[in-house]
């Protein structure tokens, strides 16, 4: 018994198409049935003629079984199928079994049926045609000749003969039926089990992702703690030093420290963007001072590689516009700085104009031109991928990560607009963006360069902006050089300055003494800066006082910004603290009358 049913399962096993399985039930079917025909004429001793047309046929569907199988080509064993049930068996039963008066209508029906299964493409058309000419000719000649053909005995067995006929063939179309929703269902089911385990192979991913994620973000957290100490103890040897060794070295540590801490930046950046966490802020600024900041930053880098870097602007530019500065900078900086990086000699072109959009929207449009290697064809369509890098061969000795054009591209995204590029190698490049902007003044910019003032810059060019000798600021947190760096940056501005090594003593400080800033770290262990500034605000002397408590942070983990100044923080500055940024916050929440300002000029 299990010999019978692994022959059948043979011919429909799970790797043959759906096409070559029912070839092969119906050549099986067809075989089985002659078979039983045989045996069964044989006992009611139907003459020997129509033995051997049934054997031959048998013959011939084992024949079409092996091309099927062996020779593994189904569509001819369908066809020799068709054609022989069709021209051969079917027209000979005709004259044998009764003629119109009989089943065979019904089994000329079942046999122009077997085409449409067994036989694929166009030839089944051809064997349509065929029989509608040989139904017509087998009847014409019945009508014609009625004696060609073998009547049934009497009527009763017409009856029986058109209730088996019928039987049969619900029987045999019943099985293809079944067996082909059976093959339906099994596919669907197939198809829902592979979308299941798609549905759980993203999750997966997605979780993969979102660890990768964090994990970037944490570390590039870690790794911003230790690089502020290097910068801002270094910032002190470039402030206080005068051998010209030692100025070389420092100067070498803070080149160093700074590429540093724009690599982890981008990484910060791009694992934000990735888990979807970067926000665009929108507020007003000035675009004059964007555009002086970008364009003095770079002309340094520019001049210090032999490159004259022009600025082109629309002096008819509005004033105050209200849009994400910061990240705003940050593509324009890219922009500058990758023009810089890959170009050798020549000229760089920063070009700001502006289309009007509606009353108060315009169109920002940043463009920056080089002179340099440019990009080749094939790389210039992947340049805005993560970590995709042209020409890594010449390029390797110019650091990045290739992660800069991508989070600009990303970025501009953001904020609805547009990046383009075009470039040609060995003749330079020419990056446009187009960010829209709201205005809020219209006052054309004019001259750009009257307004300028140099950057404070690093180094022995430092000076401080102001003196608050009568000022007092606590300082909280749980690393010490931390401490230690903000005491130093603030050394010549003269405030006084109280250090806490954790939330609890902060608390108590702040209780004992007056301050008029309370700068507060919030990654600390114990009691963290929210939990220290919830303990502070609810004290009496904070609601009497209403001192400006400003968080520190080194974490920009989830739009943490934000959440500072929704908290109740006064500001926030990010880790590393630059002097300069410091120096700006004292300038706006210490007192007025505190404060004596500096002529830098
Ligand atoms: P990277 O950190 O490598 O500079 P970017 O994403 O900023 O990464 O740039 C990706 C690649 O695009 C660079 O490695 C460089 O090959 C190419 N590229 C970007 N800007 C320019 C340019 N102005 N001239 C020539 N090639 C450029």
């Not at 089943?103 to 029989?131: K, N, R, S, T």
């Not at 530019?317 to 705003?328: F, H, K, Y």
Request: charged share 25%; proline share 2%; with cysteine.
């Amino acid at each position: 018994m299990k010999r019978i049913k692994n022959f059948f399962a043979y011919f429909i096993r799970e790797d043959l198409s759906t096409h070559h399985r029912l070839v092969n039930i119906m050549l099986l079917v067809g075989i089985i049935s002659l078979i039983v025909c045989i045996f069964f004429d044989f006992f009611i001793g139907t003459g020997l003629r129509t033995f051997w047309i049934m054997l031959l046929l048998v013959l011939a569907f084992a024949f079409s079984l092996y091309v099927a199988n062996v020779w593994n080509k189904p569509n001819v064993a369908g066809l020799i199928l068709a054609i022989s049930s069709n021209y051969f068996l079917m027209p000979f039963l005709f004259f044998a079994e009764g003629g119109k008066e009989s089943a065979m209508p019904v089994w000329l029906a079942l046999a122009g049926l077997f085409v449409w299964l067994c036989v694929e493409g166009w030839p089944v058309f051809v064997i349509y045609v065929g029989d509608i000419i040989l139904y017509i000719t087998l009847f014409m000649i019945e009508y014609n000749n009625p004696d060609m053909v073998q009547k049934m005995a009497d009527r009763k067995a017409e009856y029986v003969d058109y209730i088996f006929g019928i039987s049969a063939i619900i029987l045999i179309f019943g099985i293809i039926f079944k067996f082909q929703s059976r093959i339906y269902e099994k596919r669907r089911e197939e198809l829902e089990e592979k979308e299941r385990e798609l549905t759980r192979m993203n999750l997966d991913l997605e979780k993969a992702n979102e660890a990768k994620s964090i994990f970037l973000a944490r570390m590039s957290h870690e790794i911003r703690t230790p690089i502020n100490a290097i910068i801002g103890m270094n910032e002190m040897t470039l402030r206080e030093s005068s051998e010209e060794n030692i100025l070389n070295y420092a100067g070498s540590i803070e080149t160093a420290s700074n590429t540093l801490l724009s690599l982890i930046n981008d990484i910060l950046d791009f694992s934000k963007i990735e888990s979807g966490q970067m926000q665009i802020l929108p507020e007003e600024y000035e675009l004059n001072s964007l555009i002086n900041d970008c364009y003095s930053l770079l002309d340094m880098r520019a001049r210090g590689k032999g490159l004259r870097l022009k600025l082109e602007y629309n002096e008819k530019l509005p004033t105050v516009l209200l849009g994400d500065e910061v990240r705003i900078r940050q593509i324009v900086t890219n922009l500058l700085t990758n023009a810089v990086k890959y170009t050798d000699s020549g000229t760089i072109t920063f070009e700001v104009n502006y289309v009007k959009n509606e009353e108060d929207r315009i169109n920002l449009l940043i463009r920056v031109t080089d002179t340099g290697r440019g990009i080749s064809e094939e790389e210039i369509g992947g340049i805005f991928d993560s970590f995709s890098r042209a020409d890594e061969r010449h390029n390797r000795s110019i650091e990045g990560s290739g992660l800069g054009l991508a989070i600009t591209k990303q970025l501009i995204d953001l904020m609805g607009g547009s990046i383009s590029v075009r470039s040609k190698q060995g003749v330079g490049s020419e990056f446009t963006a187009v960010i829209p902007q709201k205005v809020v003044s219209q006052t054309p910019i004019g001259n750009v360069w009257k307004k300028f003032n140099a950057r404070s810059g690093t180094g022995q060019s430092y000076k401080e902006t102001f003196t608050a000798p009568d000022a007092r600021i606590l300082a909280v947190d749980d690393v010490m050089v931390n401490l230690q760096i903000i005491t130093l940056l603030l050394k010549k501005t003269e405030v006084a300055i109280d250090i806490a090594e954790s939330g609890r003593k902060a608390l108590e400080m702040y209780n004992d003494n007056h301050y008029d800033i309370v700068l507060l770290d919030h990654m600390m262990p114990e009691m963290d800066g929210i939990e220290t500034f919830d303990l502070m605000t609810k004290t009496e002397k904070y609601k009497k006082e209403h001192t400006p408590i400003i968080a520190l942070t080194a974490n920009a983990i989830q739009g943490a910004d934000k959440e500072y100044l929704a908290v109740g923080f006064a500001d926030y500055l990010t880790k590393p603290v630059q002097a300069k940024e410091l120096e700006h916050m004292l300038i706006k929440y210490l007192p007025k009358d505190l404060v004596t300002m500096k002529d830098n000029d």
